[in-house]
């Protein structure tokens, strides 16, 4: 496994809409297992395809933050949320791609997902708590959406700014 270089917003590559995976393959299920790697080592609990400069619907996350309860990393080709819940809740998200910078993002409690495991095999399942927060954060990452997007103009804006500041920064060393 390889650890792979995390894109920074802003990024053109941030904002598009990602390509269905069309079938599975070993480079694929590689890509996956990178992308598992890059995200624990960041640490984070969720990581998309398109963060790490690929065009794919393809996301991994990993909410099990309890000290001492197995890891349960999941990887999720082709994810789909095929319900969400009426009920809302409120989370202070982050972002790998946006480093050290949060805000308070409200979506549905509750989702129900659908996607292909790394075997070809469809799953679905029912998320609450973070994992429903986490698995809709990396799906917007799939269609171009950032948590930013969800905050005021002025706060994505200073947000930018700030990314901005930290990309050029890391130029210069």
């Keep these: 496994m390889t650890k792979r270089p995390i894109l920074i917003h802003p990024d053109p590559r941030l904002k598009k809409v ?45 909410c099990v933050k309890t000290e001492g309860e197995a890891p349960r990393p999941l990887i999720m080709f082709n994810p789909e949320i095929i319900a969400s ?9 982050g972002c790998l791609s946006i480093p050290e910078q949060y805000g308070e993002v409200e979506r549905p409690a509750e989702v129900s997902l659908r996607w292909i ?6 799953q679905q399942e029912d998320f609450a708590g973070l994992w429903a927060t986490c698995v809709q954060h990396e799906v917007d990452h799939l269609d171009g959406k950032l948590f930013i997007d969800y905050l005021k103009p ?20």
């Design 18 to 62: 990602s390509a269905a995976v069309p079938d599975l393959n070993d480079d694929l299920r590689r890509l996956a297992d990178d992308m598992l790697e890059t995200m624990y080592d960041a640490p984070g609990i969720g990581l998309a395809a398109p963060q790490v400069g690929v065009n794919s619907r393809l996301i991994v996350l990993d």
């Design 117 to 122: 495991d790394r075997n070809g095999n469809e």
């Design 85 to 93: 819940s009426d009920e809302r809740s409120t989370y202070e998200e």
């Design 154 to 173: 002025l706060r994505r804006q200073l947000i930018t700014r700030r990314m901005q500041k930290l990309k050029r920064e890391r130029a210069r060393v």
